[in-house]
């Protein structure tokens, strides 16, 4: 059963719910799932497997404290990441203007930097236009799933 680990960077809870309401339909597909709620670069998966990030946006487009130590390794060991097969659920408020989604942004270009695929396009939900972030992530998730032939059984 392949592995997909979801990351989250979240500072009240909003991208904690999400990858809540998406891990049964990881599991559906067939793929065992663990949600990190403090993840470290260990959390990332390798050949086989996939990450989704599902990070919100804190300030003038930081990442969450909790998120931060993650990102500080990531900088700190510049690792390869070649192997790494991601997706990104980036959550933010557009009121905010250019700094809208920062930390999704951010991290999307980290990683890439370091190597990492991208599977799809990244998904920046704005909470002035949708309530509730799983409203959008979950027909996101459906569709990347099945756009990413994702599905193991």
Known sequence: M????????????????????????????????????????????D????????????????????FVPFVRGLRDKSPSLTTLRYGIIALGDSSYGETFCGAGRTLDALLEEYGAVRLGERLEIDAMETFMADDAALPWVEEWIESQQLKVA
Do not use: R
């Open 47 to 66: 050949q086989g497997g996939v990450t989704l990030f599902c990070v919100s946006t804190t300030g003038s487009g930081d990442f969450p404290g909790n």
């Open 2 to 45: 392949p592995k997909l680990n979801i990351l989250v960077g979240t500072m009240y809870g909003g991208a904690l719910d999400v990858a809540e309401q998406v891990k049964p339909l990881f599991e559906q597909a067939g793929y065992q799932v663990d949600i990190a709620e403090q993840p470290t670069l260990e959390d990332l998966t």
